[in-house]
Nanobody, 124 residues
Framework: QVQLVESGGGLVQAGGSLRLSCAAS????????MGWFRQAPGKEREFVAG????????YYADSVKGRFTISRDNAENTVYLQMNSLTAGDTAVYYC?????????????????WGQGTQVNVSI
């Protein structure tokens, strides 16, 4: 089993940057594909980015491609989401998640473990 704890959310002005972190427990972190999702008020949870177990393959939603970067440090059991050029449309609760599935898994049903989420607010 994997337990996930996100951090790094907060309030930022449009055009600014934030770096989210997700710390995982367990000795098998490196066996999991990791993903970031987000959920805005009144909307469904949506895929943002995914990274393979080794960190070598990454997959992004079109809405964040070129602005967000996912990475992981298996020695530290941590996955990151660097978010640049933020817009009001990026305001949401951001969740990290783990799956034994492929790095391109983008459905919430494909992910087995979830963190509690961290709030990101982007002001205009």
């Amino acid at each position: 089993q994997v337990q996930l704890v996100e951090s790094g959310g907060g309030l930022v002005q449009a055009g600014g940057s934030l770096r989210l972190s997700c710390a995982a427990s367990g000795r098998t972190f490196s066996a999991y594909t990791m993903g970031w999702f987000r959920q805005a008020p009144g909307k469904e949870r949506e895929f943002v980015a995914g990274v393979s177990s080794s960190g070598g393959q990454k997959y992004y939603a079109d809405s964040v491609k070129g602005r967000f970067t996912i990475s992981r440090d298996n020695a530290e059991n941590t996955v990151y989401l660097q978010m640049n050029s933020l817009t009001a449309g990026d305001t949401a609760v951001y969740y990290c998640a783990a799956t034994r599935g492929p790095y391109y898994a983008r459905s919430t049903s494909e992910y087995h473990y979830w963190g509690q989420g961290t709030q990101v607010n982007v002001s205009i």
